[in-house]
């Protein structure tokens, strides 16, 4: 009764789902992808590229990065708290994984860091002229492509509703709907779910989080991420892991200014919640993922960082004091058009006062707080930050009016987590027993990260999709070679 | 014909179609922005360009004619390189963060960085700086996300005809789209067809209701979901807007048998779900499903699907719109059919709980006379069904159960049986049957249509005064907008967010009742809560009080009894999408099966079940038809001055008094249209469905062969 037949269904075509269509195919499975946007590559067409440790670009640029080391990072990051034996294969698989890919096509401008205290493990996918955003859309179009040449049939506005499993409780089937919202079954042997997460699902976030969408909680929300892979897993009796926001700092409502804005407010300057007071060593703001936590930490969640003229004017003459990767252009001379387009059309992000009074009364926090706390970050810059111990040059006094703020709140790229899987990324119920023929890869399935997302290691979410997907496809197509 | 030769591939082609359509229709993709298959060729964005021999610059495909002998390449480095130019420029304007926008995953802008190259760097990323005008009923404007591909203005100015969308150019001389000095879109004719979200490839000009979890077709036309049978509302009022009113008919006649009375007393949900709405009030489709049965010809019974007999029977329980429903397509397609109906007549709670000045008999009388003669039907009135698996083993192939909640309830309070105090069911029935009488003052206790129904009763039965009270408050009263409205135009005092401790009595007869504020609704383990307010009591004078809190059918309690199982009492338990039972060959719909809803969801439901006992008898279950003519759509829609402004038409309704006093005589309460209004309410519409005929994007994911 089915309309249409095969031996293994990948369940959305981003990155993870595209490297396990790929990888099955090419070890001889027949594989149906479904999607259920217009395009592949998911939230990865946002993305630059991949973590692997171990590749010949960090031999070459003399980068001393092991797996060793960063198992022992990760481990110790998340308090042994996540499975050892998946991240073990998933990093001892990455550099393999970089060749592979090169194999189809992708190149790579290098091994990056994302900011100055991060390892270098983020492979860039290589453009025609420089780093960028969007890079691993191109990526995505190798792996779609090879994916053709291997015969792997795309049905694309198609989207994953259940795992059909027969009576002995192994996968049989994939019931989706089509573009034309008609119910098609897709008999199969094996399924991979690979739905990159939640974030676009604020009722789940909020049950499973316990964060609000647009009130403490601003993450990415790519249509149609709304944890039908997770929901499709549980439903098929894999056991719930818990589901996580892949954290990030939001500066609330800057983005679509001038990208000097959110660059000189991202600064390591003056930080402060609600109660005017600070919280932090600013100079961790670089790890976007400790500003996000330290946010969640505050009253109403949020912080503020605010600067003054002269520390903007300084910026314009002399550049930034950190860029990372994603803003590497350290020049903010048009900070003031800015600040005007802001004005213009109401932007409700940038606070702009003359005096620190005022700027408070803005922000809702006591003036004298404010006032005080700033009189002595002010001393501290003339000699030393005895509150949080920050290092003397991103030590830069307030003096001068007008002052600047943003709000920063949790943010994030969406949900990692959810479904349990082992090291061959077979989904497994309560008992730890594999459920036959149901795998999971990528966002659904990364519970790596515990409760914070490692920046220290860039690359992480699509490495662990890219790489994650291949062990599914491979392990799905030896399990249907067995069932034969 | 010419033959051009496409990378090397010779095509044959009309002469002078444009070349990038030659190379998409035969396979061979080439990338474009600016162009649309609906629209006129462009030649802007200079995405698709190409190489041709014996020119000395690359031209865009989209603005070249085929000729014989023409020979084009497609992906020479330097077209390769001009096109990564053009992209550049492109994006050196658009924001770099595409992980806030809605079309994320469905943008053409996207896809195109995705097969061309992502850009970055070179060029210094300028912002627009616009705000997002979210003013505007349906659409949304993000300009800062637009790339002037032109294809809004085109398909507003050339493919509708409706000259909303302009190119305007701010002091900075940024170019953007928009209405002539800024205008909201309702102040400039927009017709709101929303051809401009269709054809928009980016972020840029957004569809309000658009979300990823809904179907298209259901976001873009709600109206037709919303209805419980699916009628095609766009369709069959673009029939009465082109005259063809009978064919309008037709249309809803294709899902189902009662249009006419439909038009009297739908409860509408296609009007809840009218975009219209958004810029005033929904269109008032109702009152047109009414004025198109009103001008029936009956032509479509020629056209109706009657298959031969096949020798099985049905057995349907309950004469009622659900039953009928089933007895209807049950005989069309073929078998024998006999209904059960406990009551003198047939007609449910058409008959028995809409009043007659609602809804005209002569009406309903002729669309069941329509129904009776549409095969091999058979009806048993005055029969009540006590068991009805019996029904299987007395020779029925299978079974229909649709036997309504014709059973009022009295809420346990002191004083609920004294003298004087009725229930809704049976209060409705003796009104239709001339028996019923009420006091001088008279209390309803509920707040639905039916207690509406039972309020105007009693006012036409002589009652002085109508006291309705009921628990809800005045906006979350279950009773439509309009059925409230004329309630209270013949006198009705509403008492909400009350609830009655106690009737009040006198040797036996009823006095009065006791009411009391309620405060505080909340929900606690799934259950509606709420306060009683202290100190708030009232008395209502009554010598008559009617219950009208819900009814329940008349199923006994006992589930051995009726032979099926039973859920929440005494329902009928469903166990599966179509009405199917606890015993197999019987199948279940309407009120009995889902709880007191509306007729309309009735004969939904008995339209799945029948399916389901057609392919169970041996049938294909398809009871699909096509009795209105192919319809034209013009999709040239021009301009309406005003057309936002235009509001709802009302229909003829007989004032209060004379409704009241000589119901008798003055026939139907609402008259509905004539034909001017229907005319007028019929080019409010926004003919949603216009949206849906236009061109799909074709991009690169779509041809493998150039992936």
Known sequence: MADFETQIVVIAGGPAGLSAAVQAAEDGADVILIEKNAAVGGAANMGMGPLAIGTKYQQRQMIDVTVEKCLKLFMEYTHYNIDGRLVKRYFDQSAETIEWLEDMGVEFEGAFKYFTKSEATWHIVKTDQGIGPRAASFMNKALFARAQELGVEFMLETAGKKILKDDEGKVCGVLAVDKDGKEITIACKAAIICCGGAGANPEFIKEETG??????????????????????????????????????????????????????????????????????????????????????????????????????????????????????????????????????????????????????????????ALQETVDDYNDYCDGYDEEFFKRKKYLRPLTKGPYYAAAIRPGGYGTVGGIRINENCECCDDDFMPIPGLYAAGADACNLYDDSYIFLLPGNSMGFAVNSGRIAGMEAAEYIEDED | MAVITIDGRKLEVPDGKNVLECALDAGIYIPHLCHHKDLAPLGSCRMCIVEVEGEEKPVPSCKLQAKDGLVIETQTEEVKRLRMLALELLLAGHPEDCSTCPKYGNCELQMLIQYIGPKTG????????????????????????????????????????????????????????????????TDANCRFCQACAEVCPTGTIRDKLASSEVRKEDYVVPCRVGCPAHIDVPRYIRFINQGDYASANATVREKVPFPHCLGYICV????????????????????????????????????????????????????????????????????????????????????????????????????????????????????????????????????????????????????????????????????????????????????????????????????????????????????????????????????????????????????????????????????????????????????????????????????????????????????????????????????????????????????????????????????????????????????????????????????????????????????????KKAKCEAERCLQCDLRLCISAPRTWGDFSKEA
């Open chain 2, 122 to 185: 070179r060029l210094k990323y300028r912002t627009k700086g616009f705000a997002v005008n979210e003013e505007n009923p349906l659409l949304l404007h993000d300009m800062n996300r637009c790339i002037l591909c032109g294809r809004c203005v085109r398909a507003c100015n050339d493919l509708r005809g409706v000259h909303v969308l302009q190119y305007n150019k701010r002091e900075d001389l940024e170019v953007y789209t928009g209405a002539l000095h800024n205008k909201l879109l």
């Open chain 1, 211 to 368: 964060f609000t969408f647009g009130k403490d909680l601003f993450n990415f929300a790519i249509p149609g991420n709304v944890g039908d892979g997770i929901k499709m897993a549980w439903e098929a009796g894999a056991a719930k892991l818990p589901v996580r926001i892949e954290q990030a700092a939001n500066f609330e409502g800057i983005d679509e200014l001038p990208t000097a804005v959110p660059n000189v407010l991202t600064q390591p300057n003056l930080l402060v919640n609600k109660f005017g007071k600070r919280v932090m060593d600013e100079e961790q703001m670089q790890n976007t993922t400790f500003l996000g936590n330290a946010c969640a930490h505050q009253k109403d969640r949020v912080l503020f960082s605010i600067v003054d003229t002269s520390i903007v004017k300084d910026y314009i003459r002399n550049g930034v004091d950190e860029i990372c990767l994603v803003r590497m252009n350290p020049d903010v001379s048009d900070f003031f058009e800015g600040v005007e387009i802001a004005e213009k059309t109401g932007n409700k992000g940038l606070f702009k006062a003359d005096t620190i009074e005022e700027l408070a009364e803005k922000l809702g926090i006591d003036p004298e």
């Open chain 2, 268 to 675: 509408h949900n296609c009007e809840t779900e009218c975009k219209h709405q958004y810029l005033n009030e929904p269109v008032s489709i109702r009152n047109l499903k009414r004025f198109a049965a009103e001008h029936d010809d009956g032509a479509w019974k020629a056209k109706a699907f009657h298959k031969p007999a096949t020798g099985k029977k049905i057995a349907v329980v309950g004469g009622g719109p659900a039953g009928l429903t089933a007895a209807y397509f049950g005989a069309k397609l073929g078998h024998s059919v006999t209904i059960f109906e406990g009551a003198e007549k047939l007609g449910g709670q058409l008959r028995y709980g809409i009043p007659s000045y609602r809804l005209p008999r002569e009406v309903l009388d002729q669309e069941i006379a329509d129904i009776l003669e549409a095969g091999d039907i058979t009806v048993k009135t005055g029969t009540k069904v006590e068991h009805v698996p019996t029904l299987l083993k007395e020779g029925f192939d299978a079974v229909f159960v649709a036997v309504g909640t014709h059973q009022g309830a009295r809420l346990p309070l002191p004083g609920n049986d004294l003298e004087g105090v009725q229930v809704n069911t049976d209060f409705l029935r003796a009104f239709e049957e001339g028996t019923a009488t009420v006091g001088e003052k008279v209390v309803i206790l509920g707040g639905g249509n039916v207690a509406i129904d039972c309020a105007g009763a009693a006012f036409r039965l002589g009652a002085k005064t109508v006291d309705m009270a009921c628990l809800e408050a005045y906006d979350a009263m279950t009773a439509t907008d309009e059925e409230r409205a004329w309630a209270v135009e013949e006198g009705v005092v509403l008492h909400n967010s009350k609830t009655f401790p106690q009737i009040l009595g006198e040797n036996g007869h009823v006095t009065g009742v006791e009411i009391k504020s309620v405060g505080n609704f909340r929900k606690e383990n799934g259950r509606m809560m709420f306060d009683v307010l202290d100190g708030t009591e009232e008395i209502l004078p009554a010598d008559t009080v009617i219950f009208a809190t819900g009814q329940r059918p008349t199923i006994p309690m006992d589930p051995e009894a009726f032979g099926l199982e039973l859920t929440h009492g005494n329902y009928v338990a469903g166990k599966g999408p179509n009405g199917e039972t606890s015993v197999e060959g019987i199948w279940a719909a309407g009120d009995s099966l889902t709880g007191t809803t509306s007729v309309i969801k009735g004969i939904a439901g008995a339209r799945d079940a029948i399916s389901a006992i057609d392919i169970y008898l041996g049938g294909d279950g398809n009871i699909d038809e096509s009795l209105a003519p192919e319809q034209k759509k013009d999709p040239y829609i021009g301009i309406i001055d005003g057309f936002a402004q235009i509001p709802r038409t009302e229909p003829n309704v007989v004032p209060a008094p004379e409704r009241v006093t000589d119901w008798k005589t003055c026939g139907p309460m609402d008259n509905g249209f004539d034909e």
